[in-house]
């Protein structure tokens, strides 16, 4: 080692560390390190990762001279670049014309690409070129507001791992036959499409986000999902189409995931899961399902309450509940209480269940009887919290002395009342 | 070889490239991926004499802040927060320290401690002036001038290559304007080539009766003429034209109702020149002229009329002018104001 302390400190390490130390700063500074010395003139251009988002962007008002800089800036630096590039991620809200983005991708797809981000434009799509479907190494794909359309040759992405469409414009078919064609998928993204219908075969997937106005979603051959998070939007015509459908969306959806550790579910995923549930089927066990975050349960509706009863009492280890209730007090009905007393024997346990988190509570009789009824039934609960909505200010009081005064099942089960600050 | 007593710490035998050799607790040195291979694979390291070699990059004192980093990050009950403040602490080195330690443990492969220090480092990178990034590592200064010039450098950010780029897109444009203007003034002059003395004299001599598409032809040509007439002697006739035009009412409030179509005024001209340039705009007012009510058609009638007796009086004067200004290049040359916009410079001015 030498121990001159003039002596150049950097230029001589290896390159992968040299290029861990470029890839963490923006690529702009990379580049310039170019004019640090005759070493370091093309050590820039051997990285194998090129991220280009708004760190690249000159400053200035015309915004046509900064998109023409922004291509050019990509170009050259594609054209300089010497090796191999592994990832490349292309994010900002100006939309470079489709002729610079098909060569951008067309030379990627020789350059064993293997992680491919594209985030352009905030209203227009971009239409994928086809080379896109051609690059076998690539392990991750992230597209948005793009148009798909998978050539009949398509193969399939052998080395796929993570894929996350984001309003992506792609036939209702095709994205079944991208996601079966994928074996090593491990993780799937889809958001903001219209009305899906769609069956997800993934031998391999690990954790599946969904966000949108999904019809339809059978996960047909899933036997490895660990997490489920799913938005589901509704429409008119969905709800309709609820109304027509057979069959059990819960075990369409739920049936195939013994593995299942985490499921979180926003919207109308409760009100998903409850078309066509039949009361008294629970063939299914989640032996590994922790925790579970429910939001916008409606619980004025009885489906939907089954609904969570029925995963609660399938995941014996149950470990962290999270609800929010959907405030919407619309129905004057007569509640059936006995719902609870009748339907659910006292032999129900909740063996694990450590932690309950409700949010927008609104003090409705079947909230305020759910909330008894975990108490009663949870024998090593720690912590029931309870967040009341902005709307109730009145009752809280009441509603507090109501719940302090329920059996509790476990002696160190603390009941808080949390107040959000207005 | 003794037997190991189960309280007892096992130890790890490292050697550095100088010949040192250190003992080291097992758990520490397990941290360590490369030892660990080691370890498992040859069996190395249980003893002073086998004691495993360790790549060259590392030096004693190196070796020391590893073994650190790997003591207190390799106790499994530590937060987050915790590991993240010992970490900050951890590489507040100097320059020097921070590169050959990146250089041991990347020779060690331990990944974490690789990309903490290689943060602390592209700080160091990030942001700073060249000349700054040199001083920090003692980088030699050793490109020449035009090198540092050539077009490897960042493109987007030296003032001068943004001005130059500016520079040459506006005589870009300039360029580009002229010969749009040339290309349509060219059509122009066709046009006005196009029609013979005979097809003129007609006209004014009263073909108002005819069919509509003679109509139609009429007032396209009136139409073209009246935009020559006003083009050429606006400069110089202005007040005469605003006579006549103030003469016609009808041609006024027909300028409001179609719009386009009798509009030679002056000022207009000013205000979209591709508008008037443009020859297809004729041909289009011959089909609004078609769809015009009867009421409409009369007024139009009228002011036929009266442009057919106006230009009468003129014609010989009109008529040299038009023939005139068609043998030259450019009958009504335009030019660039100094803000882009185009200003009307008729051969009149030059009389």
Redesign the interface.
Known sequence: ?DTD???????D??Q??IE???V???L??A???????????YKWAAITELVFNDT?L?SGHDKSIISC??V??IT?CLF?HDGPIHKFELNTSYSPASPDLDQWLLFLSRKDIKELIIDIGEDDWFRAPSCVFFCPKLTHLVLVRCELNPPPNFKGFLCLKHLSLQQVIIPPHDIEVLISSCPLLESLTLSYFDSLELTIRAPNLKYLNLEGEFKDIRLENTPQLIGISVAMYMTDDIAEHFEQCSGCNFDKFLGGVPCLERLIGHIYFTKYLSIGNEQGNFPVTYQNLKFIELYQVSFEDMKELFVVLRLIVSSPNLEELQISSSSITTTTDIYDLEFWERDWPADCIFGKLKIVHMTDFSGLPHEIAFIKFLLGHSPVLEQMIVAPTIYVTDKVVKMLIDLLTFRRASPQATVKFIQEPL | MAVVKPEMKSYIWLQTADGSIQQVEEEVAMFCPMICREVLQTGMGSSKNYAISLPQRVNPAILGLILEYCQFHQVPGRSNKERKIFDEKFIRLDTKKLCELTSAADSLQLRPLVDLTSRALARMIEGKTPEEIRETFHLPDDLTEEEKLEPLRNMTDDPRIRLLNRLYARKRKELKEREKLKNVEVEEEQHVDERSVDDLLSFINGANEDSKSARATKSKKKNRRRKEQARNSSTNNETGNHNQESNCPTSSCLNGDTGDVFSPLPSDLQVSASVKFSPKLDFDDGDIDDELDPAMKEEIDREVEDFARRLNSDWPERMQEILSLGQERRPVPLSVNGNGSLRRYTGLDRR
């Open positions: 080692m302390s003039d002596s150049d400190l950097l230029s390490l290896p992968s560390i861990s130390i470029l963490k700063v923006p702009v500074d580049v310039r390190t170019s004019i640090l010395s005759r070493k370091w003139r690249c000159t800089n922004l050019n800036f050259r300089l």
